[in-house]
């Protein structure tokens, strides 16, 4: 079996962009989303998101991305995006992101780490509460400007 590795994001190749734009139509299904090349540039230049990439070879087989900010409140943090392939999936990889995640995380020092996940995606809901997520009692509000 071939070793599985996660990377950041740092160049862009046309593959690249065209396997994140086919990620992200597996995770958000109610509308499209395709990314171009410069707005994916302008995400992986930005000090306030990283994109990190789940390799099995030479094949991206996931992705997600850490977003971040300083409040008066403290540094907060942001995992967005997980998505494992739907070829892939049921081996625990999406465990391995979102570990992977809390690890960069943790070692950045104080912090907050935060996700929102829909209820009906009850695995991964499970895969957030077993790996220490608590669930907030809040309001989630939303603009979308078009």
Same mark, same amino acid.
């Given at each position: 079996?071939?070793?599985?590795? $996660?990377? !950041?994001?740092?160049? $862009?190749?046309?593959?690249?962009?065209?396997? +994140?734009?086919?990620?992200?139509?597996?995770?958000? &299904?109610?509308?499209?989303?395709?990314?171009?090349?410069?707005?994916? /540039?302008?995400?992986?230049?930005?000090?306030?998101?990283?994109?990190?990439?789940?390799? !099995?070879?030479?094949? +991206?087989?996931?992705?997600?991305? +850490?977003?971040?900010?300083? &409040?008066?409140?403290?540094?907060?943090?942001?995992?967005?995006d997980v998505v494992v392939d739907n070829?892939?999936?049921?081996?625990?990889?999406? /465990?391995?992101?979102?570990?992977?995640?809390?690890?960069?995380?943790?070692?950045?020092?104080?912090?907050?780490?935060?996700?929102? =996940?829909?209820?009906?995606?009850?695995?991964?809901? /499970?895969?957030? =509460? =077993?790996?220490?997520?608590?669930?907030?009692?809040?309001?989630?509000?939303?603009?979308?400007?078009?």
């Amino acid at each position: 079996m071939e070793e599985i590795k $996660i990377l !950041r994001l740092e160049e $862009i190749s046309c593959k690249v962009l065209e396997t +994140i734009n086919r990620l992200l139509s597996q995770l958000v &299904t109610s509308k499209s989303i395709i990314l171009s090349e410069v707005q994916l /540039k302008e995400i992986i230049s930005s000090a306030s998101s990283e994109i990190f990439l789940m390799y !099995r070879g030479n094949e +991206i087989i996931g992705m997600f991305t +850490i977003a971040n900010y300083l &409040t008066p409140t403290g540094h907060k943090y942001w995992l967005e995006d997980v998505v494992v392939d739907n070829r892939y999936r049921g081996q625990l990889l999406g /465990k391995r992101m979102v570990e992977e995640a809390i690890r960069l995380v943790e070692e950045r020092g104080k912090s907050t780490f935060m996700l929102t =996940s829909k209820p009906v995606r009850v695995v991964a809901n /499970k895969l957030y =509460s =077993s790996l220490g997520f608590e669930k907030k009692e809040t309001n989630v509000y939303k603009m979308d400007f078009i």
